[in-house]
């Protein structure tokens, strides 16, 4: 048995080398395949450059494109400072980000910690906080394009004017959302579910919803103003001070208050980052236009 079981060894790695030596020839073959294929195609297109018709299209691209290559700066494409500054950019706007979702998961996630009817009115309530937020970020990529252009072109004044216009613009918005959502109600929130329980409990915390778009204003157009400005140090340092607020104020009120603690801490969040980034626009606009 023992002289067998080493004559089965033998031949099933002797199978196995063939088939590894099998696989070889087959990958050497086709790699000579495809190398020669290359070399076909490389001397049909050197074959074709010489041809009339080549000839004609080269020259025609030497006319039309060929004066840009002077404009072609190599050294000049990779520029230590201006890539550090690139990163640093992306860097902030990654940590902000994180910052963000950490808020709106955790919102969700205690919501969901109080029952389902409770997620569920969060849930709905947050509704009236996206729709005001699609509308403000329309502001908000407006203050991107024009301050960024402003401050290209050196323009304190035109950026001043543009920052006060989303302001006031802003500030009408904000009016006529919360009339229309103090006016809309029930209606509003009939809309987005049919259960009776969530909607008379929804009612209870309406008010907070109410707020959102006074105390979120703020937030959005400076967002779009800071990232026209780059100043997106300013924007990290707010997001973070206001997430830090977000969790304090939870679990500061959150055993006494309940689903309201959640709510508070929400507003006090949006509320922090437009006085945060208030508070450090004059030093972004010195920064901008020294």
Not at 108 to 132: D, H, K, P, R, W
Not at 215 to 227: C, E, H, K, N, P
Not at 241 to 266: D, E, I, R
Request: proline share 0%; with cysteine; glycine share 10%.
């Amino acid at each position: 048995m023992g002289k067998g079981k080493h004559i089965g060894l033998g031949v099933a790695a002797l199978a196995a080398g063939a088939g590894v030596a099998a696989l070889a020839a087959g990958s050497h073959k086709n790699n000579g395949e495809r190398a020669q294929k290359k070399a076909v195609e490389e001397k049909a297109r050197a074959e074709y450059r010489n041809t009339e018709r080549g000839k004609h299209e080269k020259n025609m691209w030497m006319n039309r494109y060929g004066k840009l290559k002077k404009y072609i700066v190599g050294k000049g494409v990779l520029q230590k400072e201006a890539m550090i500054r690139f990163f640093q950019v992306n860097r902030d706007i990654f940590l902000r980000t994180l910052c963000l979702v950490a808020v709106t998961l955790f919102f969700t996630s205690a919501g969901a910690s109080q029952g389902e009817i409770i997620l569920a009115v969060n849930t709905v309530l947050m509704q009236l906080f996206t729709l005001f937020s699609y509308v403000m970020d329309g502001f908000a990529y407006a203050g991107e394009a024009l301050s960024g252009r402003y401050i290209g072109a050196r323009n304190r004044k035109a950026f001043t004017d543009t920052v006060r216009h989303l302001f006031i613009w802003g500030a009408g918005l904000t009016v006529l959302f919360t009339l229309v959502y103090a006016s809309g109600g029930n209606a509003f929130l009939a809309l987005l579910t049919d259960d009776r329980n969530v909607i008379t409990a929804a009612n209870t915390y309406f008010y907070w919803a109410l707020a959102i778009p006074a105390a979120g204003i703020a937030a959005f157009i400076w967002d779009g103003i800071f990232i026209g400005a780059t100043a997106t140090r300013g924007m990290l340092l707010s997001m973070a001070a206001s997430a830090v607020s977000f969790f304090a104020v939870y679990y500061g009120f959150h055993t006494v208050l309940g689903n309201h603690a959640l709510w508070l801490a929400f507003l006090v969040y949006l509320s922090m980052r437009g006085a945060m980034q208030t508070l450090l626009s004059r030093k972004v606009m010195e920064k901008s236009f020294h």
